[in-house]
């Protein structure tokens, strides 16, 4: 069995296994962010952008989610056209070690390919975790799909996926 299939499998049971319901259900905890930017002089320029991210934490699971979406027009003409949407469960070994799979898609009109998508698994590590200051680290391999229309090309990649986090 290829790198890239275990990954998938690995990254597919944990988001099954952390969707189950459990007897100590927790609530939906998040963050929104709404920007708007519009500039005039010698051009008009527009930007909006809109971000969501979610987390809810049951037993030993930990759910995280996001979408965004940037647009960005200069005199009428459209600049930027980027959508995306993300995954990640975690099951905590303990207070301080867990295992994750994540989901994680792209679509971005103004780049060289139509989506990028990708799954993958790991590790993490919470190395300081009190009320103060927050810091924590994964590393993790996955696969990542590409398509390009213009060339009609889809490709598959196996990628790698290291993760720090300082919180204060």
Request: zero cysteines.
């Amino acid at each position: 069995m290829t790198l890239a299939r275990i990954s998938l499998i690995s990254a597919a049971v944990a988001l099954a296994l952390g969707l189950l319901p459990s007897e100590a259900a927790a609530e939906w905890k998040g963050k929104g962010e709404v920007g708007a930017v519009m500039a005039r002089g010698n051009s008009d320029a527009d930007t909006v952008n809109i971000k969501l991210d979610m987390s809810r934490e049951l037993d030993r699971w930990k759910h995280n989610f996001g979408i965004l979406a940037l647009r960005a027009t200069n005199d009428g003409d459209k600049t930027a056209e980027r959508y995306g949407a993300y995954w990640q469960s975690d099951y905590k070994f303990s207070d301080r070690s867990y295992w994750f799979g994540g989901l994680r898609y792209e679509d971005d009109r103004f780049s060289g390919f139509d989506y990028q998508a990708s799954v993958t698994s790991g590790i993490g590590r919470n190395f300081i975790d009190t009320d103060a200051t927050k810091f924590s680290g994964q590393a993790g391999i996955g696969v990542r799909y590409n398509s390009d229309p213009p060339l009609g090309l889809k490709t598959t990649d196996t990628i790698t996926t290291l993760n720090l986090v300082y919180g204060f």
